[in-house]
């Protein structure tokens, strides 16, 4: 059970993982308070935006000293489910995909990845790190076996629904949708869409605004 007071937007949650990833370093730090203030200083935001967004969790600052760290931390780790380990495999296993499997940060953040896929029968048997690239017959099998909570979608944009549909017919209920495309789901699958090429050029058009 997650520690939300009330639903939150998009917008509010992405902003509740920037807070997680600061309290994390404050509290490395061994940081013990930490103000509305001090947090929108670090992250660019109004400490009036700090305490709104905070209101979303079942967590409540002290007057004149702000935040306990470990509380919030505690508090922002039950909201986004940082809490408990979540299984991961990713089809595709491309250089993105590839780099992905590489990354030691998803498991530092309680996300374990337990196979690559491919349908590139040159892929197959090869090792990303210590996983061996798998073929996608395959997939069913080690999505039961190992309980897998998130799909990585990691392959071009024309073979990304079927990889989509095959995800959802093993039974995973999230996806995490790295193509340049739309995908389709069922109401009971969450899609969050990551295209690394669209923020970019939503970066260069910001930056020619700016000549």
Do not use: C
Request: hydrophobic residues 45%; neutral net charge.
């Amino acid at each position: 059970m997650t520690n939300i007071a009330k639903p939150v937007p998009r917008s509010v949650l992405t902003r509740l993982t920037h807070y997680y990833a600061t309290v994390q370093s404050l509290r490395s730090a061994e940081t013990e308070w930490v103000s509305s203030t001090e947090l929108a200083d670090v992250l660019g935001l109004t400490s009036s935006t700090v305490r709104q967004d905070i209101s979303h969790l079942d967590f409540a600052g002290v007057s004149k000293r702000g935040y306990e760290t470990s509380g919030l931390e505690a508090a922002l780790a039950s909201a986004l489910g940082a809490d408990k380990i979540w299984n991961l495999v990713i089809v595709g296993a491309g250089n993105l995909g590839r780099a992905l499997a590489l990354h030691e940060e998803f498991q530092r953040r309680g996300f374990v990845i337990h196979a690559v896929f491919d349908d590139d029968k040159a892929k197959v048997g090869r090792k990303v790190g210590k996983l061996e690239i798998l073929a996608m017959d395959g997939l069913a099998a080690v999505v039961r076996k190992r309980a897998i909570d998130v799909g990585v979608i990691a392959v071009p944009g024309p073979s990304a629904q079927d990889v989509a549909d095959r995800l959802v017919a093993a039974g995973i209920k999230g996806l995490l949708n790295l193509s340049s495309v739309h995908i389709a789901s069922p109401d009971d699958v969450a899609v969050s869409d990551t295209r690394i090429i669209a923020s970019l050029q939503e970066l260069t058009f910001a930056l020619m605004a700016k000549v």
